[in-house]
């Protein structure tokens, strides 16, 4: 099993849409966790932290299951520019061996 | 703030030359990686430094790839001699610390880099 696994997509969605990905991890020592956005051949950047109590950013609202090992990105009202490809990051411990990167799933909103 | 500065942005090398990418992070972030990312792929860790020092190398294929961060600031990285498999982007991210909650990646725009 890989160590965070995400389904690949790709998402095709038209605007006002919600959409949900998910994503699990097999370390259950994982300590925190993060959605990052990264447009087309452009380097990945923030979107969300993903915090036990779950947590919303306006239309995208992230939640963390411990028990089942899954992290979840679920947007609301889709805008064209959320088309991008969502990369799920697990930090597997504190001592830190570094932030594990999905291979992403991909969003398309259309008009 | 200024961000991640990595250059060169592109790089066409023929397989077998030596290729370096150079990487200045966020002024006062102690935490610097180097990540490669494949197509269709995430980014993949390489190196981490904890100021000067490597603490996470095991991804590193030391055979040809080889990284440094003098004086615990500006990162290089270097592949000699560059196979056809080395074609990749190469990331290179730093952090306060070790990406906690308080302390996120921030991405350079990468180096693309295509070996024939």
């Known amino acids: 099993r890989k160590e965070v696994e995400q389904d690949p997509g790709p998402f095709n969605v038209p605007e006002g849409a919600t959409v949900a990905f998910n994503c699990t991890y097999s370390?259950?020592?994982?300590?925190?966790f993060f959605w990052y956005r990264q447009d087309c051949r452009k380097e990945p950047k923030l979107l969300m932290s993903v915090y036990s109590s779950g947590n919303e950013d306006g239309r995208f609202t992230a939640q963390l299951n411990r028990a089942s090992q899954y992290i979840s990105l679920l947007i609301r009202d889709s805008k064209l520019s959320d088309s991008a490809t969502y990369l799920c990051v697990v930090n597997i411990n504190q001592a830190g061996t570094a932030l594990i990167f999905g291979k992403g799933t991909t969003l398309s909103v259309s008009s | 703030e200024a961000g991640v500065v990595q250059s060169p942005r592109y790089k066409i090398i023929e397989k077998k030359q030596p290729v370096a990418f150079w990487c200045n992070p966020i002024?006062?972030?102690?935490?610097l990686y180097w990540y490669r990312q494949n197509l269709g792929q995430g980014p993949e860790l390489l190196i981490r430094?904890?100021?000067?020092?490597?603490?996470?190398d095991s991804q590193l294929p030391k055979d040809r790839f080889s990284a440094e961060r003098l004086k615990g600031v500006d990162s290089t990285l270097k592949i000699q001699p560059a196979e056809l498999g080395d074609s990749a982007v190469y990331l290179c991210?730093?952090?306060?610390?070790?990406?906690?909650?308080?302390?996120?990646?921030?991405f350079g725009n990468g180096t693309r880099l295509t070996v024939t």
């Open positions: 370390n259950s020592a994982s300590q925190s």
């Open positions: 991210a730093s952090s306060l610390d070790l990406g906690s909650y308080n302390s996120p990646l921030h």
């Open positions: 430094y904890e100021n000067e020092e490597a603490v996470d």
């Open positions: 002024s006062g972030h102690n935490t």
